[in-house]
């Protein structure tokens, strides 16, 4: 099932919500930086300048989350709206959130600006206060990882009445205005997958999903099939059962009469199981598509060799890893990923302009920036695009085949 596609890339979408790895290979720390310095976040501008020409190796040593945090000292406010756990300190993915934001300040910040950490623990009735207060601070930006209800609070405040918003946690509605949602899922890199197979000739397309891809989802998936010219041939859900996805397998043996592609989304083992079912079935000539939130753990199944799965490529989390690892002893995850980028994004538009410049027109510029969850643009209805690389699952792990493209 290894893809042989004349791949033209298209408007790729998405970033897997899981953690990113370094290899060895990536951790040449020295032309890395050197690199990150000259290019981080570049494109706020027309013409292309970077936003970042400085990356500090500071060490960042985040104070208890038992009292309210702020990193920095100087320049303009970034306020990160996350709430702490039950037992009264900042956990689990809010405690990546705001540890990527810290070291994003001291790499990248370079004294133009500090986050202030508010607790929204107490759900959407926190919301007001927390904005108000922050907009009488003249905060420039807020960034929001919170439960979809607290988040929404604050995306439904009218923006003249608050600081553009940055969500990094479930979507939320952006109607009115200057509300990005900032995460990619697995449908975004199912999607592209499904578009880079039909683009390479690959033209009918059936899906294999979780009942956790809703009908927009599928959506997504089937307008990029078609609006690459291919057809869309429908799909099947399983459980996480061994059971429940060959069977799934079995039923659906009359829809993928004709099929040259599977998509099979899935965030577990079992998507293993799947492709195994749909080779014993006989559909040995096709293209297998897998999505970035395939488990590691999956990559060394034989049923999955060859698979094609659009994703970040980790070598830009690598040039942080490293020191995430020794600031907070425990591996970089996406989550902190874009707590970093977060504030990265309002940094280099504050550096190169000012407080100000942090309006809908430089946030949504089309040449969009590049940072450590890649290349990626905000759009004006509130969703993000990211540029993702192409890799086959060859030897039992991801191997480049396609490199995201450099400008959007």
């Known amino acids: 099932m290894t893809p042989h596609l004349n791949v033209n890339t298209g408007r790729p979408h998405g970033l897997r919500q899981a953690a990113l790895k370094t290899s060895g290979a990536m951790r040449r720390m020295v032309p890395v930086l050197a690199l990150l310095a000259g290019?981080?976040?570049?494109?706020?501008?027309?013409?292309?300048?970077?936003?970042?020409?400085?990356?500090?190796?500071?060490?960042?040593?985040?104070?208890?989350?038992?009292?309210?945090?702020?990193?920095?000292?100087?320049?303009?406010?970034?306020?990160?709206?996350?709430?702490?756990?039950?037992?009264?300190?900042?956990?689990?993915?809010?405690?990546?959130?705001?540890?990527?934001?810290?070291?994003?300040?001291?790499?990248?910040?370079?004294?133009?600006?500090?986050?202030?950490?508010?607790?929204?623990?107490?759900?959407?009735?926190?919301?007001?206060?927390?904005?108000?207060?922050?907009?009488?601070?003249?905060?420039?930006?807020?960034?929001?990882?919170?439960?979809?209800?607290?988040?929404?609070?604050?995306?439904?405040?009218?923006?003249?009445?608050?600081?553009?918003?940055?969500?990094?946690?479930?979507?939320?509605?952006?109607?009115?205005?200057?509300v990005y949602n900032f995460v990619s899922d697995e449908t975004d890199s199912a999607a592209e997958g499904a578009r880079t197979a039909v683009a390479g000739g690959h033209k009918k397309v059936f899906v294999f999903a979780t009942t956790e891809l809703t009908a927009m989802g599928e959506a997504e998936i089937s307008n990029a099939v078609r609006a690459g010219g291919g057809t869309y041939l429908g799909s099947a859900r399983y459980a996480l059962s061994d059971a429940s996805a060959a069977d799934a397998v079995a039923k659906s043996k009359a829809q993928m009469q004709g099929a040259d592609t599977v998509v099979v989304l899935g965030k577990s083992v079992i998507v293993t199981t799947v492709a195994g079912a749909i080779k014993a079935a006989g559909f040995n000539n096709i293209t297998l598509v897998g999505t970035s939130g395939w488990p590691q753990q999956s990559y060394t199944s034989p049923s999955v060799q060859g698979a094609l799965i659009a994703m970040v490529d980790p070598e830009g989390a690598s040039m942080i890893s490293e020191r995430y690892q020794r600031h907070y002893r425990r591996p970089l995850t996406a989550n902190a990923a874009y707590g970093y980028d977060a504030v990265a994004i309002a940094s280099g538009i504050i550096r190169t302009k000012d407080a100000k410049a942090l309006t809908a027109e430089n946030l949504t510029s089309k040449t969009g920036f590049r940072g450590i969850t890649g290349l990626f643009r905000l759009n004006a209805s509130g969703g993000v695009e990211r540029k993702l690389s192409l890799f086959t699952l060859t030897g039992g792990k991801p191997n480049l085949f396609v490199a995201a493209p450099k400008a959007f």
């Not at 208890?64 to 956990?91: H, M, N, Q, R, W």
């Not at 370079?110 to 919301?127: E, L, R, T, W």
């Not at 990882?145 to 995306?155: H, I, K, L, N, W």
């Open 39 to 178: 290019g981080f976040l570049a494109g706020c501008q027309a013409d292309g300048d970077a936003l970042s020409n400085t990356v500090k190796n500071t060490d960042i040593k985040a104070p208890s989350s038992d009292v309210e945090e702020s990193f920095g000292e100087t320049g303009a406010e970034i306020t990160l709206l996350i709430p702490k756990g039950a037992s009264g300190i900042y956990e689990g993915e809010a405690r990546d959130i705001r540890d990527g934001a810290a070291l994003g300040t001291g790499e990248v910040g370079n004294g133009q600006v500090f986050v202030k950490v508010i607790d929204v623990g107490s759900g959407p009735a926190a919301v007001a206060s927390a904005v108000s207060a922050a907009k009488a601070r003249n905060s420039a930006l807020l960034v929001s990882f919170a439960p979809q209800a607290t988040a929404a609070a604050v995306a439904a405040i009218p923006s003249a009445e608050r600081p553009p918003l940055i969500n990094l946690g479930a979507p939320v509605p952006t109607a009115t205005g200057n």
